[in-house]
């Protein structure tokens, strides 16, 4: 048997016989310069340049016409023999059974065994210094000196309760239940595994709630005939606007007044930030001041269309096609020449992308900006804290692209290249900015499934506020500690919507009633 301090004595033996053959080796066979030699490097040209044999005119086959012979071309050497100095395997001549086990004896009474299950004190103590003396090569870091008491504390046995005997044995535990872990003692979860755990029904401030699912069909509730008006609101030619609007920004809406005789009609149009969309009409007579809840003198109807449904991989890069290289263009046009997009906002370089689409009348209209919806949603998310994170995937293209639009609410981040200690704070509350450069996530999305921030990597984009003119800027989503955020693709408005802004339904568009 032998000890651990003995096998490490051979294994420095070794590494320095090693050494020792490994200098007499290179000394041996290293190369004299080439000036102490007579090779002449140029061999090979002198050797072809060498003039043709001359030809016996007294020979019958020469002619003038014939062409001088040539030299065949230069043998060139073959490669060096290789020199064994011990029989290959295969060439080896197979010992008898009786010489093989001989062999194998003699080789296993050679090899240290070490007992590892009876090591004595002496023995930890040599083998822990040895991998204290390997890491310390490797890491770099002189290690102080190790006891046996630090590397092996004494294990107490657990404590038996006194009423248990062999007689009266403890039970054993259930196989149903896994015993209690203290929480103390659990690993931290990655961002991975928390992500993906991570319920896919999170919520975010924008759009705002609603009752019914969007907002155009809560506006049509309130046109029900159940529904009780307090006033003739539909009278104001000024804001004809219903009360449930009454300080709503985050729509567009257009309206109209048709009039025969006495009889005025109210018509109007309205479409919200979630992109659903509500008409309404408000028929009465303007010759007597009805109740406006008498239903045989003052006739109000309503239509409207929900939330429009993700649209493919297709639709959605044609919509790119059409629009994002305009939109990003324009946003770069600005970059770097300290002048500033529309009043300065942030909103206003996304806004005014969209309405440069005005002045051709041969592209379709794209969705405009409306409040912070700038299009087809194509990804939100959500960071509570360092590390943690949600986010979705909405639509069926599998990147996001240049031209895309991205919001930011009261987000904490940090550049692509900045200090670990320093971030940037997008929104107060909100921060809208046009993505310059394609970003196409780590795993492959799909629509209404669960995607983390940080797959997405980075977001190169080109944004302005009031006190800073347009520039560059990258944002690496995997710094993204705080807020909430949502990306947009740019799309036509009827292609998505169905509809343009209109005061009334337009004929073909399949609108819903209560």
């Known amino acids: 048997m032998v000890s651990v ?4 004595a051979r294994a420095n033996k070794a590494k320095d016989a090693g ?17 102490k030699t007579n090779y002449d490097p140029d061999w090979k040209n002198k050797a072809e340049i060498r003039a043709p044999p001359r030809v016996s005119s007294d020979s019958p086959r020469a002619s003038t016409s014939a062409p001088p012979a040539r030299l065949p071309p230069p043998i060139r050497a073959g490669a060096p023999p290789v020199i064994r100095r011990t029989p290959h395997p295969d060439q080896d001549t197979p010992l008898p059974p009786a010489a093989r086990h001989e ?33 310390a090569r490797h890491s770099g870091k002189v290690l102080p000196p190790r ?16 009423r248990a005997s062999l007689s009266n044995p403890l039970p054993p535990p259930s196989r149903g239940a896994p015993p209690k872990i203290n929480a103390q003692s659990r690993p931290p979860i990655s961002s991975a595994s928390s992500n993906s755990s991570i319920s896919n029904d999170f919520v975010l401030s924008f759009p705002a709630p609603t009752t019914h ?28 606007m219903p009360p449930p609007l009454e300080g709503v920004t985050q729509m567009t809406y257009t309206s109209s007044w048709q009039s025969y005789g006495d009889i005025r009609t109210l018509f109007a149009g309205i479409v919200f930030a979630d992109l659903s969309v509500c008409w309404f009409t408000v028929k009465y007579s303007m010759s007597s001041n ?13 239509q409207y269309l929900p939330r429009p449904r993700p649209m493919d991989k297709a639709a959605l890069v044609d ?6 290289e305009t939109i990003a263009g324009f946003a770069e046009s600005f970059d770097g020449t300290g002048e500033f997009c ?40 959500k960071a509570m804290g360092k590390g943690k994170m949600v986010g979705r995937w909405r639509g069926g293209d599998d990147r996001v692209r240049r031209g895309d639009i991205v919001e930011w609410r009261k987000v904490k981040i940090n550049t692509v290249g900045a200090s670990p200690y320093s971030w940037a704070t997008l929104g107060d509350p909100d921060h809208t900015a046009v993505i310059v450069r394609d970003s196409q996530p780590s795993r492959q999305p799909a629509d209404g499934q669960p995607l983390s921030p940080t797959e997405l990597g980075s977001l190169e984009v080109v944004e302005q506020s009031v006190s800073s003119p347009p520039q560059r800027k990258d944002y690496d989503l995997n710094a993204f500690e705080e807020g909430e955020m949502w990306i947009y693709r740019p799309i036509s408005m009827h292609a998505y919507l169905g509809t343009l802004p209109v005061p009334q339904c337009p004929p073909g568009v399949s609108a819903l009633t209560l």
Not at 371 to 378: E, V
């Open 213 to 240: 699912g969007s907002a155009a069909l809560d506006l049509a509730y309130y046109f029900d005939i159940s529904t009780h008006w307090n006033n003739a609101w539909y009278t104001n030619e000024q804001n004809p």
């Open 147 to 162: 006891s046996t008491r630090d590397t092996i504390a004494p294990v107490a046995p657990p404590a038996v309760s006194p």
């Open 290 to 302: 009805a109740d406006p809840n008498d239903s045989s003198r003052v006739e109000r109807s309503v």
């Open 19 to 35: 050494l020792s053959k490994f200098q007499d080796t290179r000394e041996r066979y290293k190369s004299p310069p080439i000036t």
């Open 342 to 381: 529309g009043r300065g906002e942030c909103w206003d370089l996304a806004n005014e992308a969209l309405k440069y689409f005005d002045a051709y009348d041969y592209v379709p209209k794209p969705v405009p900006s409306l409040s912070r919806t700038h299009g087809h949603l194509i990804f939100e998310g």
């Open 319 to 324: 919509a790119h096609e059409t629009y994002g």
């Open 103 to 135: 062999v194998a004896a003699s080789r296993e009474d050679q090899e240290p065994v070490i007992d590892w299950a009876n090591l004595s004190a002496e023995d930890k103590q040599v083998f822990f210094s040895w991998l204290d003396e390997f890491f």
């Open 5 to 8: 301090a003995d096998l490490k």
